[in-house]
């Protein structure tokens, strides 16, 4: 069974087990445990849902070691700025923070 959720502007296919990375969001200090409710799929196993957006009472509940321990950085992106002749250059380097979550259960 797999499902494909919507968190953060993105969509991820995710099945029991997978481990995805998400966009930082804010979590309580003693959470363990975090609910994706936005579900727009859900199928495998001879079952198809589809959500208009989303399905109702499905969810996706996903978990993680600690909120400092699930926190990961992303890879470093460059972006450059120049002027032509003008002997003006700059580089910034950016690194997005994502969190890690290991899929559990899937239900709807």
């Known amino acids: 069974m797999y499902a494909v959720i919507e968190q953060g502007s993105k969509q ?6 997978d481990q995805i990375e998400i966009e930082l969001t ?3 200090p003693d959470a363990k445990t ?7 799929f859900i199928g495998g196993d001879g079952v198809n849902k589809i959500g208009k957006p989303y399905i109702e009472g499905a969810k996706v509940i ?3 070691p ?3 321990a699930a926190v990961v950085k992303g890879k470093k992106l460059y ?6 002749r003008k002997s003006s250059q700059r580089r910034i380097g950016h690194r997005q923070k ?5 899929i559990d259960k899937i239900e709807g």
């Open 12 to 17: 991820y296919k995710v099945a029991e087990g």
């Open 26 to 28: 804010d979590l309580a």
């Open 34 to 40: 975090i609910e994706l409710d936005k579900v727009l």
């Open 62 to 64: 996903a978990s993680f």
């Open 66 to 68: 600690s909120p400092e």
């Open 79 to 84: 972006v450059t700025s120049f002027r032509r």
């Open 98 to 102: 994502h969190l890690r979550l290991t």
